[in-house]
């Protein structure tokens, strides 16, 4: 078994904004660098070494891991990859849209934006489930994802669902720069929930 901790990326110009990003990508705020630097922290003091470093291609959450890595030896030393399944969850053409025009929950999106082009829920949760399943059956040890709070949402309620509870993560629990701890058995083939650091310090 091996421990997973995904993090969110750090607040970005169009979080602030409150604009939806899905596809799209904006620069990290000087708030959204702390928030990079304090996971850091956090997950230094939790885990002696990381077998791999994982990242979302898109540009938000590469620059969390770049800040991650450069504040703490024991990230920097961790075997890094981009998982593409590890980018934010697509809201079609509504992308880019201010969250109090949207005509769905960006953070429940059903098919309000799969009509718009967007992402199924049940492809980007499998889809993660599976190449972090991977990733961990590769790493021998404890791995970090730096990942988008959507995306992050699905994947983890999907393996709250699948479990029998009824748990389900919120937003706060999701805001920038958050860790979610999840442990992998591989025996199972199975991820389970084991904290929610919303705010690490």
Known sequence: ???????????TVMNARGIVQGGLD??????GRKQAERAARWLARHEAAFAVAACSPQGRAQRTLDLMCAAEPVLAAARRETLSCLREYSYG??????????????????????????DTVRDVADGLFC??????????GS??????????????????????SSRRLTPQELSNGCIVV????????TFRLVDVIARPV
């Not at 078994?1 to 607040?11: A, I, K, P």
């Not at 399943?133 to 021998?140: G, K, T, V, W």
């Not at 999840?182 to 025996?187: K, V, Y």
Request: proline share 6%.
């Open 1 to 11: 078994m091996g421990l997973l901790y995904l993090v969110r990326h750090g607040e």
């Open 26 to 31: 904006s620069p990290l705020t000087p708030q």
């Open 93 to 118: 053409t509504a992308d880019g849209t201010p969250v109090h025009d949207l005509a769905g929950d960006p953070w429940n999106p059903r098919r309000d934006f799969q009509d718009l082009g967007g």
């Open 131 to 140: 190449a972090l399943h991977d990733l961990m059956e590769q790493s021998a």
């Open 143 to 164: 791995a970090v994802a730096v990942s988008h709070g959507t995306t992050m949402k699905l994947f983890v309620d999907a393996t709250l669902a699948e479990s029998g």
């Open 182 to 189: 999840m442990r992998h058995d591989s025996a199972t083939k």
